[in-house]
């Protein structure tokens, strides 16, 4: 499988503190995304990052890429209640997207 | 603007029944996709189809058929359900142009076999 692998599987923090999530896939790629998904739910697109790029931010989201350790983090900072979620990456190759296992975000208020 | 519309949300079947899960877009995505999401497995792609008439195999497409009679539809067929296909089914769409295109997702098929 080409899947890629989030770590770690599930993240509590209290509200306003910062959640950091990895992920690490397998191939070389033209870009990663990260989604998010609420609880019964469909996958929401968040941020896209180019293999060219190091760094992306967008609002309170920060992303960044080591194509040489083929990994990736999203940072989010300040976080809210509303954020409690389950965040996935994905990897597309040609026509085929891989998705990471996910990793569960519980924020308390 | 519905978005990604997947129908029913909700099906028990039992063993050897057959089923269409139903998916509409009308963001005029030329690709579209099904995805299966299992605990701990995250979501795996069945099959997908990047436009009218063309359609080609995923990762896990055994025991799945589908079809692209137009731009709008993409069903995805049971043919005879196995406990095995006891998932979530999430169809999703993005613009074909490029490979920097996110997708979008509708909400879901919860799918039991019993």
């Known amino acids: 499988s080409q899947q890629g692998e989030e770590d770690p599987q599930a993240l509590s923090i209290q509200e306003g503190e910062n959640a950091t999530m990895n992920c690490s896939y397998k191939?070389?790629?033209?870009?990663l995304q990260w989604y998010r998904q609420n609880s019964g739910r469909g996958l929401v697109h968040l941020i896209l990052?180019?293999?060219?790029?190091r760094e992306k931010h967008s609002g309170r989201l920060r992303v960044t890429l080591d194509t040489s350790k083929k990994s990736s983090s999203l940072l989010i900072t300040a976080s809210r209640a509303a954020d409690t979620a389950s965040y996935f990456c994905?990897?597309?190759?040609?026509?085929?997207?891989?998705f990471g296992t996910g990793t569960s975000l519980t924020v308390i208020p | 603007n519905a978005g990604v519309t997947q129908t029913p949300k909700f099906q028990v079947l039992k063993t050897g029944q057959s089923m269409t899960l139903q998916c509409a877009q009308d963001?005029?995505?030329?690709?579209m996709s099904w995805y299966r999401q299992d605990p701990g497995m995250g979501l795996r792609l069945i099959h997908y189809?990047?436009?009218?008439?063309?359609?080609d195999q995923g990762e896990v497409p055994n025991g799945y058929n589908v079809s692209r009679s137009t731009t709008e539809d993409f069903p995805l067929r049971l043919l005879s359900a196995a406990p095995s296909q006891t998932s979530v089914y999430f169809c999703?769409?993005?613009?074909?142009?490029?490979?920097?295109?996110?997708?979008?997702f509708g909400d879901g098929t919860r799918l039991s076999i019993l």
């Open positions: 999703a769409t993005r613009l074909a142009t490029g490979i920097n295109q996110p997708q979008h």
């Open positions: 191939t070389s790629i033209n870009n």
């Open positions: 990052i180019r293999s060219n790029e």
């Open positions: 994905a990897t597309p190759t040609g026509n085929q997207f891989y």
């Open positions: 963001m005029n995505h030329e690709y």
């Open positions: 189809s990047v436009g009218a008439g063309i359609t």
